[in-house]
Structures are given as C-alpha cells and as structure tokens.
C-alpha cells in the first residue's frame, strides 16, 4: 500500500465516519458500553485474585508434630524448615503455650487439670510460619506434610477453597460476559457497516467497474471499523479511569477486607487489553462484511 | 485467433491514447460457440461466434431482451458464459481467476446508460477515480485527469458537482472516466438512451475521436438514426442468436 492509497483510504473512512454520524455514534456507544461491562468484570476479577492473594499470604501455616516428639527434634525441625525457600518467619509453638491460647480462661485451664491429671497435656509440638509468596502455599504444605515428624497441617484451607471457586465462578462469568457482549457488539458493528456499505454501493459498483480490487474496496471500510472499535475502547477506558478510583473507595467504607487498589500498571494493562479487544471487534465486524464483494456487480 | 501482446507499464508512459495496434493482433475480442443461460432459465446468448479486431467501432443492436446488455457484462466479466469461450486482448477471460478481474478492467472502459456518477464527489474527482483505484501517484491523476477533461471539453467545469451539469455532460464525464486510464476497449450500453439527438451525436463523435486514437469501440444502442448515419459495423442480436453482422452495416434486425 502506498502512501497515496494510505491517504486515500484513511480520508475516506474519516469522511464515511462523518457522513454516516448517528450510525456511527450508536456503533461506537454500544462498543463503548460493551466494553465498560467486559473492563468492569475483569477488574472485578482482578480485586477477587489480589484478594485471595492477599489471603494466602498472610495465611499463617501450622505443622502439627506427631506427639511426643522430643524437644531437641522439635529444634532440628526448625531449623530444616527455617531453610526453606517458601518460608519467612518460624515459631515453635509449645504443647504448654498452645494450651494456654487454647484455655485461656483460668477456670478452663483448671477444669483442664483436674479433666487430664497435674503435667499431662494432650497438644503436640506446633511450628507456625509464614508462607513468602500465595504461588508457593501448596509446595510448602507438600514438603511439610513429607517430613515424618510433621502429622498434619492446617492453613485455614477451608475458607481459601470457598473463596478460590468464588474466584473461578467469576472469572467463568466474566468470560461469558466478554464472549456474549463480544458477539453482540460484532452484530452491531457487521449491520453497521452493513448499511455504510450499502449508502456507498454506487461507489463500490464503480470502483469495481474501473478494475479496483476487493482489498482496495474493502481497506476504507476496514480503517473505519478500526476507529470504531479504538474509540469506543478510549469512551470506556476514560469512564472506567474515571470511576474505578470512586467506586473502590465506596467498597473500601463497605467491605474493608475486599477492596483494593489495582495500580497504575495494572490499569494500564486493562486499557491496552480493552483497546485491543475494541479493534478486534471493530476490524472483524468490518470483515466480516465485506467477505464477498462480487454481489455488487449484480445490481449494474 | 487472438494473439496475446502486452502494452507494459501504460501508467508511466505518456497518455498518447490506445495507440497504433502491433501488426501482428489480428482479434481484440474473440467469442467461440458462446451460451449463457440465467439460473431462472433465461437463454440470454445463444451459440454466439464472432470475432472483433482491435480498433474497430461495433454497434450492437437489437430488441430488448435480446441479449445485448448480458453480451457486454460478459466481456467484462459480470458475467460467466455457461459454455464457450472468451477471449479479450488474447486472454481468456472465462478461466481467468476472480482475483485478476481488476486488471482485465482496467483495460476497459466501461459506461452505461444511467450515468453512475458520484455525486458527492466533483467532476475532476469523478474522472480521478478510475486512476485512483488503480494505485495512480497523484501527479499522474492530475496531468491525465486534466487532459482527458480537455478531449472531452468539460475542463472549464472541473469543479462543479455532477447535479450542476446536463444529461450529455454528466455523460460525458463518465466518458472521460471510461478513458482516463487508456483503455483497449471501450463498452458502452445505450450511452445516449436518455439524451436527445443532438447531444446523443455530440457523445459518438466523441466515441469516434476515442476510436481513432486506437481504442476498439462497442456500443450497444437502440438509437437507429446514429447507426444508419455513421455505417459502422451493425451486430444484430435477436433472442441471444446473431442475426446479422455487417462492415457498414444500418440499423435492421428484423
């Protein structure tokens, strides 16, 4: 394409923009709010993973030790685990200490006393720590529950599974709505050029009388679906710049623990990825609607 | 038989028209044993044969229906005959591959009877877009654009938009677009149908200038009065079947 056809092409999809207005502000709109919907859920989606992020890695992971493991392997057992890449912080927890959170009542403890006999206490050895990074959660638990000494260990798993398929029912549901609002908007965008093409068919069946070809018919229609689709992603990238600041703080004063800051990078990533999604829709919308240009000739 | 030649890379040689055929071109236009028949039944040709020589001037008459209009779309390729071949500037049009369609048209100029201007577009515009398709640079479009303005004498209304112009000068800028680009063959179907007399024989003179420069010239035409005065060759159709094929020939099919 030379840079005369360039020229040619890209002032005659700016012209087609502007001569077919209300179509060409309802295809952008509707592009725009499709993807405000699809930036909504996947920013929905990003707060559920930082959340769970966030809840794994203050997890605080505790190895129950087979019980009656002497003091001097409990010691060993630190330090093996305190070596391990997964791990920050380590702390023995013992039997006497754990019962002393667990009854913390002195009519408890004593009530404990008099249940078990004077110096019996039922509680193993524990060793609490802190796990780096979520990604290295379950090899930690893997490596833990290898060791012999280590019985069982708990991190709280329940609430984290519960949450996790919360994580994937929205991120099923948002990929539905990305798909559904996707198709929708390719609709529009297909009957939009649609009706452009068919405003201009003197043009095309001329253009085609003088030996254009179908990619030098179809480029104008192309650059035009290009533009529809950036700027109904720019419409919803301003909107949702805009109010993700406004409505996290909303979330923030209702739901303390759940709401976060996604960062500038991360809201950069979401406008790229909206902008190209916008294209896509724009340019496929477009080709799909000039797939067979030959039907033009029969109307000579 | 056709023989292929080629005229090379027309778009950077100077406009100086078709330009005198090589000596050794005997057909620009062959048709063998053609028949095309409409998916609703229609026989519009029937077994047509003929053969046109580079630089001739052709009037095809004939009632309506008889074929004429499908005879031209098949030379340029709207149509596919069912049987027979074609053969235009020694290439075989009927098995010529979709995606070279283009460049077999930019060797023809084509005008039709309602006259498929662009409305929006002005007059130069309208002629600039028969290059511009093409892939013209600009400064090729502006030189051509002017002087095929000039040869057909609307270079003072370059400017106007066609709803500002006549019948026989919004024809003639179609003209002008037909020709900007030099063609072999120029196809015309009822080019003066909704003109009167005197503007519909101010159109074939400019056919016959566009002809003597070397450009083989088909129009099909109900207009007797223009064929029993010039004497050109007559192809008559009558139900998709030639029934008379005269060098200086009038206007009779019956």
Known sequence: MGFDNLVFFASEALTNLRRAGVMTFVTVSTIAVALLLMGTFLLASMNMESFLARLQEEAMVTAFLVPGTASDRVSALKMQITAFDEVTEVTVVTPEAAARELFTDPADQKLLQVGLGEGTNPLPYTIRMKVRSSHDLQALVDKLKALPQVESVSYGEEAFRQFQGLSHLLWIGSLLVIVLLGLASLFIVYNTVRLTLFMRREEVIIM????ATNWFIRWPFVIEGFLHGLLGAAVAVVVLAVGTPFIMARLAALVPFFAFDPGAVALVKLSVKL?????????????????????????? | MAVCFSRGSWLYSPPTGAGPRPFFVTAMIELRNVTKIYPNGVRALNNVSLSIPAGDFVFLVGPSGAGKSTFLRILFREEIPTEGQVVVDGKDIVRMPEGRVPYLRRNLGIVLQDFQLLKRRTVAEN???????????????????????????????????????????????????????????????????????????????????????????????????????????????????IIKDEPGGTYAYE
């Open chain 2, 127 to 241: 002629v600039a877009f028969g290059l511009r398709v093409i892939g013209a640079a600009e400064n090729v479009i502006n030189a051509r654009v002017q002087e095929t303005l000039e040869q057909v004498g609307l270079s003072h209304k370059r400017r106007m938009f066609p709803d500002e112009l006549s019948g026989g000068e919004q024809q003639r800028v179609c003209i002008a677009r037909a020709v900007v680009n030099n063609p072999l063959i120029l196809i015309t179907d009822e080019p003066t149908g909704n003109l009167d007399p005197m503007i519909s024989l101010e159109i074939v003179q400019l056919f016959l200038e566009i002809n003597a420069r070397g450009t083989t010239v088909i129009m099909a035409t109900h207009n007797h009065h223009l064929v029993n005065k010039l004497r050109k060759r007559v192809i008559a159709l009558v139900e998709g079947r």
């Open chain 1, 208 to 211: 085609r009388l003088v030996g």
């Open chain 1, 275 to 300: 902008c190209l999604m916008g294209v896509v829709l724009g340019v496929s919308g477009s080709l799909l609607c000039l797939r067979d240009l030959n039907a033009f000739g029969r109307e000579m």
